[in-house]
């Protein structure tokens, strides 16, 4: 009789435990996602703060070249204006990336922009800055990636249910696109 | 998306690195066992009370072995390679790779250092991800484009995410316990006298074989470890970089570089740390595997 009762007790006690470490993992991962997020957005805000001098020490050297300024222009305003969502945000931040190669490929018609040390600057940041995004987008999806891998396996299934844990999308561009941003402008 | 996910799931390093874990798990138990059994033996000679005497005396050599190696591990490895701390704008892109990868796996920015040598070589170290250190070399900087050094250093950093360091010193710590026992039992042998009966010659000899096989074997098994761990860190480094042309370059580069130039690296207590052994131990006891089957591995990912 006493036999049972502690063996029942030493499940229950397993039980809690792993039911605190699945709680708990739960909050930790939950956590990482919205810090990746966050950390995208913050190499976002970098790049789209440095627009406005790049774009008025090209101006200097290349004033008619209207329909490329044009599109940074819109595609500063997308990012300002974008919603909250992941999706809309990375639509935006591409239209960015384009519009930047763009400008860089246009500025290879101009020498005496390409020797100026206030471009050549800013060139190699917004380069750095196009590789950091890349890697915030990686940890992101990593992130989501394991979570869902923990929701979808068992025994990760029945608590997700019990907490109301879901699994979540991500959105992703193609490989080979993410490769080449990575050492983007060089 | 769905496509994204089955990709990344099938890909083999995902299975390398779970594989080596295990793989690990069971190596520290064979040195485990290792001990134990050269306790019984020597146990068997003497009365046991003996063994606990050697286990204790070595234990806690190992327990001021392990703090030291932990703590000030990184500060003796780049004291040893004249190393200095890299200015953030002189080594702008090597700062800034750097942090990339730390964006990338979600760990926090280590110390840059840069060390004086020609060769192509780097290292990490650090008993956690808060507390570590990155080093290459200039010649790492001179020699490799900045793929092939993007690499090479998500190569040290998932040593660092992968708690190789510490798995490591863990590891050292245990031939060390392995060592002393072996030694302190040689050495009590030299100054018993007496007891000298048919029955212990027997086992004093065996102990002897083994007191001597003991170190050589736990040594054997720790450089077994060190490989695994380094295919380990290939493979992370793959993961991270998400490309696996960089790391096989890099590897490349210094193989050819080390074919043609001799290294000024002794091969010093750091020497498992880098990237690759510059020294051509024997295959048993090299704490890396040799770099062809290396670039093999990653360019089947």
Redesign the interface.
């Known amino acids: 009789m006493l036999l049972w009762l502690l063996i029942l007790i030493i499940v229950v006690v397993i039980l809690l435990i792993v039911t605190i470490y699945y709680y708990n993992s739960f909050v930790v991962l939950h956590n990482?996602i919205e810090n990746?997020f966050s950390?995208i957005d913050v190499?976002l805000k970098k790049r789209n703060d440095l627009i406005p001098n790049l774009v008025e020490t090209v101006k200097g050297y290349a004033k008619h070249e209207k329909t490329v300024f044009a599109d940074v222009t819109k595609a500063r305003k997308e990012m300002m204006v974008s919603g909250g969502s992941y999706e809309s945000k990375m639509k935006a931040s591409d239209m960015m990336s384009n519009a930047l190669k763009s400008i860089f490929a246009i500025a290879e018609n101009y020498p005496d922009l390409k020797a100026n040390t206030n471009f050549l600057e800013l060139q190699?940041e917004l380069s750095?800055i196009e590789?950091?995004i890349?890697?915030?987008r990686?940890?992101y999806?990593d992130?989501i990636?394991y979570f869902?891998t923990i929701v979808e396996r068992f025994p990760g299934n029945i608590f997700a249910g019990l907490f109301g844990k879901k699994k979540q999308?991500?959105?992703?561009t193609s490989?080979a696109e993410?490769?080449n941003v990575?050492?983007s402008f060089? | 998306?769905d496509d994204?996910?089955k990709?990344?799931q099938k890909i083999s390093f995902y299975d390398q690195v779970k594989r080596n874990k295990i793989q690990s798990f069971f190596l520290i138990l064979v040195i485990i066992l290792i001990i134990i059994a050269l306790g019984y033996v020597i146990g068997y000679i003497y009365n046991p009370g003996m063994i606990w005497f050697f286990i204790i005396i070595a234990t806690v050599i190992s327990i001021i072995y392990t703090l030291i190696g932990l703590y000030a591990g990184s500060g003796i490895a780049l004291a040893s390679v004249g190393a200095k701390e890299a200015d953030s704008k002189v080594y702008?892109q090597l700062h800034?790779i750097v942090?990339?990868?730390c964006?990338?796996?979600?760990l926090p920015k280590p110390k840059v250092y840069v060390m004086p040598l020609d060769e192509i070589n780097a290292f990490a170290s650090g008993r956690n991800p808060a507390n570590a250190v990155v080093c290459v070399s200039e010649g790492s900087l001179k020699y490799l484009t900045?793929?092939e050094l993007?690499g090479v250093l998500a190569h040290e950093m998932s040593h660092i995410a992968n708690y190789d360091i510490r798995f490591m010193t863990l590891a050292v710590v245990m031939v060390g316990i392995i060592s002393i026992i072996a030694q302190i039992f040689l050495r009590s042998l030299w100054f018993s006298s007496g007891n000298n009966d048919n029955k212990n010659g027997i086992f004093i000899i065996i102990g002897i074989v083994f007191a001597i096989l003991a170190p050589l074997f736990a040594m054997m098994v720790q450089m077994a470890i060190s490989r695994k761990r380094e295919y380990m860190a290939d493979a992370s480094a793959v993961k991270l970089a998400?490309?696996n042309s960089g790391l096989v370059g890099a590897l490349k580069k210094i193989g050819g570089y080390y074919e043609t130039k001799q290294s000024k690296l002794k091969s010093s207590a750091v020497s498992s740390l880098f990237i690759a052994e510059p020294s051509l131990a024997a295959r048993l006891f090299s704490s890396h595997p040799p770099l062809k089957d290396r670039i093999k591995a990653l360019e089947s990912m």
Not at chain 1, 169 to 172: K, M, N, Q, W
């Open positions: 990482r990746a950390q190499q190699r750095d590789s950091k890349a890697y915030t990686q940890f999806n992130s990636l869902n999308t991500y959105f992703e490989e993410r490769k990575k050492v060089e | 998306m994204y996910f990709k990344y702008a800034s942090e990339g990868l964006l990338g796996a979600g900045r793929r993007e998400r490309d």
